[in-house]
């Protein structure tokens, strides 16, 4: 080969090369050392190492960011959606042939395979011989760098695994190892392994703390002897997603394992849980993190037991739980005050009450809100989701919709209600409601066909489920803004509602904006008068309280201190709707 293309090869393979050619008591043929030798000049094998070398190299670098992860499952995704179809047009089926091709998917698979960093070695286990009185030992080497091997009162940053003191036989053992980490990478170290050496120094009668001093005082290579447990655990990653109804600071929460190894976020975050082997800790990485790292998160049975604890002690002291909307500060319980459970992902029950238009304050209220498993709904033209305006009563909903339905009426629609009353002279049955009878009404609520309903001077009113559903199966964009109540009757799998939260500013802006704008008072039959004080106070209590029992449930807030900015946002929210996947209840894609 001549030398521009040799300076191009591996320096690795090289030395390895030259190694070989000056060998001479190989236990090989031949034909053997002719395939070797080959085999490390080829330009194909050069091309993956330098492929490989620079995937590594680049690893950290904000360059090699890849957009998502998973492009293997998307194509499967479209492959089903695609077959779903009655007709396919020439350019549907070519796209659906070629994403068969494995090729295609070939590459496909390496993408995810780079995004997720799963090229590192992996190292099989060297099985040893050993009498049966002798115990297995292994010994790992692993390259000491910032990721956090913990005690449990204080953490080192430097394999990605945690360690505890065995209560039965006082022995250091490897409590967990973060998904990721290098601990996780070399594939050699497993949760039950017990720690015998490190660096050659015996840990015998010490503590965490003191295995973490020996490894603060540690340059470069680590070795570990350890005796591994008896079984081990599967570390392949999990697939959950799920979306945080809390915030989440792990320097404030003393009774994590490890501060360093813990990942904190707040309310919104969408979640990648690795790991649900610990009852009371998950592993997790943010969405698109770059860091692939994992960390530790409280796990739904100890967060909820901890929201739990907060409502029961703001009873007992007689405080208002709206207060309490916040948990990114809570305190914090022992894991031995829960009772033991092996998954810990049952949810408590909520409370079913048939309910009317009018008030019902403790609606819901047993509803604890951690965590909510999610998936990526991608939209298909021709089935719009519904957009549903919930707010209280004269934040500005009707306007905002009434403004969004004028840009284009052919596309945005209402539903038409239903009432009992009689048809008054000039109204179609049809248009301006569905006339029916009180009968045939309170049957079909009582049959849960009703989104909302209620009475006003003796006649019933309601919104149906299959009127919504009409307006979306006519290519339609259904927009609705009902009682907060009818979202448990609206989000479902059938409906996949958008929720639009319209929230009110600080109570000073609310009065500023509203006399500025002259604006009517809602509360008045009339429409004659603007509003009280008193209005503006029941518009803020109204909304806190909107806001603790059903915020888990909204999808995106808008605050409507400017109804212009506002409008601005929604007509932004329902563009996005129909051009970009969005995180939806896991349940409405399965």
């Known amino acids: 080969m001549a030398n521009g293309t040799k300076e191009k090869w591996d320096p690795a393979l090289t030395r390895l090369l030259t190694s070989l050619q000056q060998a001479t008591n190989l236990p090989s043929t031949e034909e053997e050392l002719g395939f070797l030798s080959n085999l490390l000049q080829s330009k194909e094998l050069h091309a993956l190492v330098n492929v490989h070398n620079t995937i590594i190299s680049n690893g950290s670098s904000d360059r090699f960011f890849p957009l998502l992860s998973t492009s293997l499952d998307i194509l499967t995704e479209i492959l089903e959606e695609i077959a779903q179809r009655p007709y396919m047009s020439p350019d549907c089926k070519e796209l659906f042939y070629l994403l068969q091709k494995p090729h295609i998917q070939g590459v496909l698979y390496s993408h995810d395979s780079v995004a997720q960093k799963d090229y590192y070695p992996h190292l099989p286990e060297i099985p040893r011989e050993v009498e049966d009185d002798e115990e297995t030992i292994k010994i790992v080497q692993l390259v000491k760098s910032s990721e956090p091997l913990a005690g449990a009162q204080s953490a080192e940053p430097v394999v990605g ?58 340059e470069g290579t680590i070795t570990f002897k350890l005796i591994p447990a008896d079984s081990k ?186 009432t009992t009353r009689t048809m008054r002279p000039g109204e179609e049955d049809g248009k301006e409601y569905f006339f029916v009878s009180r009968e045939v009404m309170e049957k079909d609520i009582e049959e849960g066909k009703f989104i909302e309903f209620g009475e006003y001077k003796g006649n019933l009113y309601g919104t149906s489920t299959e009127s919504v559903k009409a307006i979306i199966n006519a290519g339609k964009v259904c927009i609705l803004n009902p009682h907060y109540q009818a979202l448990k009757m609206l989000r479902t799998p059938q409906l996949k509602p958008y929720i639009i939260y319209i929230k009110p500013p600080n109570l000073e802006t609310l009065k500023e904006t509203r006399s500025a704008f002259r604006a009517r008072s809602t509360f008045d039959i009339n429409n004659s008068r603007g509003f009280t004080d008193d209005e503006f106070n029941d518009i803020i209590k109204s909304a806190a309280r909107i806001e603790f029992l059903y915020d888990h449930f909204f999808d995106e807030t808008i605050v409507n201190a400017d109804l212009a900015v506002a409008f601005s946002q929604l007509v932004s929210a329902a563009n996005r709707l129909e051009s970009e996947p969005l995180w939806v209840p896991a349940s409405w894609v399965q």
């Not at 036989?169 to 720690?195: F, Q």
């Not at 409280?298 to 009873?315: F, G, K, M």
Request: glycine share 6%; with cysteine; aromatic share 6%.
């Open 161 to 218: 695994a945690t360690i505890k003191t065995d209560e039965s036989t006082g022995k250091i053992v490897i409590a967990r190892v973060m998904h990721g980490g290098a601990a996780d990478r070399s594939g050699l170290i497993h949760p039950g392994d017990e720690v015998v050496e490190v660096n050659n120094i015996s840990v015998e009668g010490k503590t965490p703390n003191d295995v973490l001093q020996i490894l603060q005082n540690s």
């Open 233 to 418: 655990s599967g570390i392949r990653e999990s697939k959950v997603r799920v979306r945080a109804h809390f915030n989440y600071d792990s320097s404030t929460d003393p009774y994590i394992p490890c501060k360093e190894a813990g990942l904190d976020f707040v309310k919104g975050d969408v979640l990648h849980i690795v790991s649900q082997d610990d009852a009371y800790w998950w592993q997790a990485r943010k969405e698109g993190d770059r860091n692939m790292r994992a960390g530790l998160i409280p796990s739904r049975a100890l967060q909820e037991r901890r929201i739990i604890h907060v409502r029961t002690q703001a009873v007992k002291n007689g405080e208002d739980a709206v207060g309490l909307c916040s948990v990114s500060a809570l305190p914090v319980l022992t894991c031995s005050q829960f009772p033991k459970s092996p998954r810990c992902t049952s949810k408590p029950k909520t409370k079913k009450i048939i309910y009317d238009i009018a008030e019902n304050d403790d609606f819901d209220r047993e509803e604890i809100a951690t965590y909510e498993e999610v998936a990526k709904l991608y939209p298909r033209p021709g089935m719009y989701r519904p957009i549903v305006l919930i707010g209280a009563p004269g934040i500005g909903r009707n306007e905002l919709k009434r403004r969004l339905i004028d840009t284009n009426v052919n596309k945005y629609r209402t539903p038409t209600p239903f």
